[in-house]
């Protein structure tokens, strides 16, 4: 599935998440990378030489648009809560504009291939807010001319948070319990590992399939 290519840089925004963090670990020890650029508010934990970070407030994107130039895939793990961000708003400032920005200028740039994380259920006719504003970002990128077009839909992720999230320890509870019944076409709701999203991420970078969307059990085949 998977192919090498020559030396090359990449880029990641939302490197200091649960995947994105993860992430950067796997393309560092990637030898055909030599460079991954890292673009955000706050640098990543892991140090590496091969790591430049770049601080950047997301509002002209105009300023690392020079970062994009011989970069051969863009990975975007950015993303939030409506409770984190504060509000609809903010929530849509992060999880729209942030992606859709970032792929429009990866098609200007002619970037190979540009990878998101999107969201289990993402539909941009969905009467929850949180997962039609996925399904519009899923839209608009869609529309972006790149040869590479990939959408992570990972169900509840299982790792390290920095923030509390009480509800998600619940569900935890209850996978841990029942998850023996999610068999079949309910395979993609089992809890899915941070790391796994992570390294599926950088074998479908390098794959020679297009497929746009990979749900929760197609994500856990190509990670494992």
């Not at 609809?88 to 859709?100: A, G, M, T």
């Not at 599926?200 to 994500?219: F, G, L």
Request: charged share 25%.
């Amino acid at each position: 599935m998977e192919k090498r290519i020559t030396p090359h840089s990449v880029l990641v925004v939302g490197a200091t998440g649960l995947v994105g963090s993860k992430l950067v670990e796997l393309l560092v020890a990637e030898i055909a990378i030599t460079r991954v650029i890292v673009v955000g508010r706050k640098a990543p934990a892991i140090s590496n030489a091969k790591i430049d970070f770049h601080s950047f407030d997301f509002e002209d994107y105009s300023e690392i648009e020079p970062l994009f130039h011989g970069v051969h895939s863009v990975y975007c793990c950015i993303g939030t809560t409506i409770k984190v961000a504060g509000s609809k708003e903010n929530f849509r400032k992060v999880d729209f504009d942030i992606p859709v920005n970032l792929a429009r200028l990866s098609e200007k740039v002619g970037i190979s291939s540009f990878l998101v994380i999107s969201s289990l259920g993402a539909d941009s006719r969905s009467s929850n807010f949180y997962l039609k504003t996925k399904g519009e970002m899923e839209n608009a990128v869609s529309c972006c001319k790149i040869a590479k077009i990939a959408f992570f839909r990972p169900s509840l992720l299982l790792g390290p948070r920095s923030e509390s999230r009480p509800l998600e320890t619940v569900m935890k509870v209850f996978f841990a319990i029942f998850g023996f019944l999610m068999i079949g076409v309910f395979k993609k709701f089992k809890p899915i590992n941070y790391d796994v999203v992570a390294q599926a991420m950088v074998r479908v970078a390098y794959s020679s399939n297009n497929m746009k969307v990979y749900e929760t059990d197609e994500i856990r085949w190509i990670g494992r």
